[in-house]
């Protein structure tokens, strides 16, 4: 008997604290308080994520663009809907949305990674080698800017610039195959 009392009193606990934690947010103190919706944790960005994990680019960019009206000053979902749109080639766009995050967020260096590889892919080489060196001023040992770097001399016929770059990257690089799997 007393055992199916103490399990009620525990599932009542479990059931009714959650109620009283909402009901009551504003007499706990400031650092126990429920926080506020957190974008990172929203459902669509699960659903985003699985859409690009299986190459379905535009139901991601959409769940992205969906994201934005929600969240319209968020850097990291005008991040990935930037590079989901440089990876569909639609350039304007991905320009749009990568500066903007960097706009917000000017030390992200993955966004300016990923407006660099951008450049690269459009053939605008003085662009992406701008953005490279902004990354490799701030982090010079950030293996796949200076790889890129590398790329993006090699493209210009800067063959022994391009040399240092990619020897640079492939010597920060923890694992050596890494400039022969990554996909510019």
């Given at each position: 008997?007393?055992?199916?009392?103490?399990?009620?009193?525990?599932?009542?606990?479990?059931?009714?604290?959650?109620?009283?934690?909402?009901?009551?947010?504003?007499?706990?103190p400031q650092e126990t308080k429920i926080s506020s919706e957190?974008?990172?944790?929203?459902?669509?960005?699960?659903?985003?994520?699985?859409?690009?994990?299986?190459?379905?680019?535009?139901?991601?960019?959409?769940?992205?663009?969906?994201?934005l009206s929600k969240y319209p000053d968020n850097p990291y979902?005008?991040?990935?809907?930037?590079?989901?749109?440089?990876?569909?080639?639609?350039?304007?766009?991905?320009?749009?949305?990568?500066?903007?995050?960097?706009?917000?967020?000017?030390?992200?260096?993955?966004?300016?990674?990923?407006l660099a590889r951008m450049y690269y892919w459009k053939k605008?080489?003085?662009?992406?080698?701008?953005?490279?060196?902004?990354?490799?001023?701030?982090?010079?040992?950030?293996?796949?800017?200076?790889?890129?770097?590398?790329?993006?001399?090699?493209?210009?016929?800067?063959?022994?610039?391009?040399?240092?770059?990619?020897?640079?990257?492939?010597?920060?690089?923890?694992?050596?195959?890494?400039?022969?799997?990554?996909?510019?």
């Amino acid at each position: 008997m007393k055992k199916k009392s103490l399990l009620k009193i525990i599932i009542a606990f479990v059931f009714l604290l959650p109620l009283h934690l909402a009901c009551n947010e504003n007499s706990l103190p400031q650092e126990t308080k429920i926080s506020s919706e957190n974008p990172q944790e929203n459902p669509l960005v699960f659903q985003a994520n699985e859409a690009e994990k299986d190459q379905n680019l535009q139901q991601a960019a959409s769940i992205f663009e969906q994201l934005l009206s929600k969240y319209p000053d968020n850097p990291y979902f005008m991040y990935r809907l930037g590079r989901i749109y440089s990876i569909l080639k639609k350039w304007d766009e991905a320009e749009k949305y990568l500066t903007r995050s960097l706009e917000i967020n000017p030390d992200d260096q993955d966004t300016r990674l990923a407006l660099a590889r951008m450049y690269y892919w459009k053939k605008e080489y003085k662009k992406a080698e701008k953005e490279l060196l902004i990354i490799l001023q701030k982090m010079p040992n950030y293996t796949e800017a200076s790889i890129l770097l590398g790329k993006v001399y090699y493209a210009e016929e800067k063959n022994e610039v391009a040399e240092i770059y990619l020897k640079q990257g492939l010597n920060d690089s923890s694992e050596k195959t890494s400039y022969f799997s990554f996909k510019t």
